[in-house]
């Protein structure tokens, strides 16, 4: 299980990444794994399981899931 902790966290600037790059690659490997085997729904229960936050630190949902996919090449 990932536990989000504070060395995954950085310091907002505007328009600028709220997370590490490690934080965005094991989000976006998960969700290459689970491309076209699972909805995004499930995909995002399985992330909100395995202790993952959206970069604002709010559980994911499939509508956040769908915003992070947009925002970050998979």
Do not use: C, W
């Not at 997370?19 to 076209?36: A, F, H, P, Q």
């Not at 499930?42 to 947009?70: C, E, W, Y």
């Amino acid at each position: 299980m990932h536990a989000t902790n504070a060395t995954d966290v950085l310091s907002p600037s505007f328009g600028g990444k709220l997370r590490t790059d490690d934080y965005y690659e094991k989000v976006s490997s998960i969700v290459r794994i689970l491309k076209g085997k699972s909805s995004l729904r499930i995909m995002a229960m399985h992330l909100n399981s395995q202790g993952f936050t959206t970069p604002r630190g709010m559980p994911f949902t499939r509508d956040r899931l769908v915003r992070f996919i947009k925002s970050n090449p998979l």
